[in-house]
C-alpha cells in the first residue's frame, strides 16, 4: 500500500514563513502535488514537482527530493487568507492520486 | 470557464436506499475520477474513466459501488441499498488527459440515516 505523512496541524503569525513536510511510501511515482483546501471547499491546485529541487510560484514554493521521499511546500509572506488544510497528493501511475490525510494551517494575526 | 459540477450537493437518504450522484466535467476533459473524503482526511480515489471507458475501479469499496459515463462526458456514481458508513463527501474530479493536473468539484454530501 501507500503511506503519505504530512504533519496534522500548523499555526504561524500573518507576515511569516511556514514550511509543511511529506514524506511518501507509494508503490511507483509519477508526480507530487500540493492542493490547498478552505473548509467546506473544493481542493485546489497549487505546486506539481516530477523532478528534483525547487519549484517557485509567487509566494508558494515546493520541493522534492525523490531518493528521499520527502517533499515541502514553503509559503511565505502568509496572509489570513492561506489559512486552510494543504494536501501532499501522489501520482502513483499515469492517473492515480493517493492522498495524506492534509496538514491544517492557522494564521495568526 | 465552468468548473467540474457536480449534483446534488448535498443527499440525504434513508439506509437500504439506492442513490445517483452526478458529474459534469469541465468541457474537453477525458479523464474523469471519483473520489471519497471523509473529514479531516486527504481524498480516497475510487475509480477512474478515461473517456467512457471505465480504466480502474479498483478503490470502489465493494460490489454496491458503480459508476458509468456512457457518452465520455457526464458521469453517474451510484450506491445501491446504502448504508450508514457509507456517509461521507463524493468528490468528482477532471484533466485533460490522466497525466495532467486534476481539478475538483464541489461535492456531493452524503447522508445515510
Known amino acids: 500500500g501507500q503511506n503519505i505523512d504530512q504533519p496534522t496541524e500548523m499555526t504561524a503569525t500573518e507576515g511569516a514563513i511556514v514550511q509543511i513536510n511529506c514524506t511518501y511510501q507509494?508503490?511507483?511515482?509519477?508526480?507530487l502535488f500540493w492542493y490547498q483546501q478552505h473548509a467546506g471547499e473544493a481542493p485546489t491546485f497549487l505546486s506539481y514537482?516530477?523532478?528534483?529541487g525547487l519549484e517557485e510560484k509567487g509566494r508558494f514554493s515546493s520541493f522534492l527530493s525523490r531518493s528521499k521521499g520527502y517533499s515541502y511546500l514553503l509559503l511565505k509572506e502568509l496572509q489570513m487568507k492561506d489559512s486552510a488544510s494543504y494536501l501532499c497528493?501522489?501520482?502513483?501511475?499515469?492517473?492515480?492520486?493517493?492522498f495524506g490525510a492534509g496538514t491544517t494551517v492557522t494564521v495568526r494575526a | 470557464g465552468a468548473g467540474v459540477s457536480q449534483s446534488p450537493r448535498y443527499k440525504v437518504t434513508k439506509r437500504g436506499q439506492d442513490v445517483a450522484l452526478r458529474c459534469d466535467p469541465i468541457?474537453?476533459?477525458?479523464?474523469l475520477y471519483w473520489y471519497r473524503q471523509a473529514l479531516g482526511q486527504g481524498p480516497e480515489f475510487l475509480t477512474y474513466?478515461?473517456?467512457?471507458?471505465?480504466?480502474?475501479k479498483s478503490g470502489l469499496p465493494n460490489d454496491r459501488f458503480s459508476a458509468e459515463r456512457p457518452e465520455g462526458s457526464i458521469s453517474t456514481l451510484t450506491i445501491q441499498r446504502t448504508e450508514q458508513r457509507d456517509s461521507a463527501m463524493y468528490r468528482c474530479?477532471?484533466?485533460?488527459?490522466?497525466?495532467?493536473?486534476?481539478?475538483f468539484g464541489p461535492g456531493t454530501r452524503l447522508t445515510v440515516l
Open positions: 474513466f478515461n473517456y467512457e471507458a471505465q480504466q480502474d
Open positions: 468541457s474537453g476533459h477525458v479523464s
Open positions: 474530479a477532471s484533466s485533460e488527459v490522466g497525466t495532467d493536473t486534476q481539478y
Open positions: 497528493a501522489v501520482r502513483e501511475n499515469d492517473y492515480k492520486l493517493s
Open positions: 514537482n516530477v523532478l528534483d
Open positions: 507509494t508503490s511507483g511515482f509519477n508526480g
